[in-house]
């Protein structure tokens, strides 16, 4: 009953699918969220209120089959379940506006570290959809540092950690930085032609470029 088919399937009745995988309350959100945008396409009849709605309603099918996807993945041990994260600290006072979004992105690392690991720094990425696919196929990433690990947590639809890598440095064998005019690229060379194409808002240039400077150390050494 909660296989990603029988899950994308139900959804086609908005917020359907939450349900059945036992989260009620992200099934209500959609519910009011889709629903609200088609009265809206209705009551006004703008053509932006109606590519809208439509765009919601198949992007919580494809939310509600990832998410499906995720939870058969943390049962068969494939994922990492995350830890349950707990409020961010608010940051030290006097903070420049990219300052505190650093500090939160660090804190969000740092709550998924194991014990004796220690963060350099972190950042939240994305990867590009490739050619022929959709805005839906973007992931979302906390990227963070730590001395011996590139610690990659998957974020869900809703922004939550949803999956918890730690790739040895000893395993990552090159890396490539390039600065953007609004974002920065990050790519990361596993060998046997894996690799990871992350962008990085400029915001956090300084912080990329720490973590770049980390994985070049471990390069070299």
Do not use: C
């Amino acid at each position: 009953m909660q296989s990603p088919f029988v899950v994308g399937l139900l959804s086609i009745i908005p917020g359907l699918g939450f349900f059945v995988l036992g989260q009620p309350k992200r099934g209500i959100g959609i519910i009011g969220i889709v629903g609200g945008l088609f009265l809206l396409a209705n009551f006004f009849s703008i053509d932006f209120f109606s590519d809208l709605s439509i765009i919601a309603w198949i992007g919580q099918i494809y939310y509600a089959v990832q998410t499906a996807n995720l939870l058969k993945r943390q049962k068969s041990g494939e994922v990492v379940i995350p830890r349950e994260t707990t409020p961010i600290p608010p940051p030290p006072h006097g903070l420049s506006a990219n300052e505190r979004m650093a500090h939160k992105m660090r804190e969000t690392v740092r709550q998924q570290l194991n014990l004796g690991e220690h963060l350099t720094d972190a950042v939240v990425a994305q990867t590009m959809p490739s050619i022929g696919s959709t805005v839906f196929s973007v992931r979302m990433y906390y990227v963070g540092l730590t001395e011996k690990a590139l610690v990659i947590i998957e974020q869900d639809f809703m922004g939550k950690p949803a999956d918890v890598k730690r790739i040895p440095l000893s395993e990552i064998k090159s890396s490539e930085y390039k600065k953007g005019l609004l974002t920065d690229s990050l790519v990361l060379d596993f060998g046997n032609k894996k690799s990871m194409r992350l962008q990085v808002t400029i915001r956090l240039r300084t912080q990329t470029q720490t973590i770049f400077a980390g994985l070049q150390k471990q390069n070299a050494g």
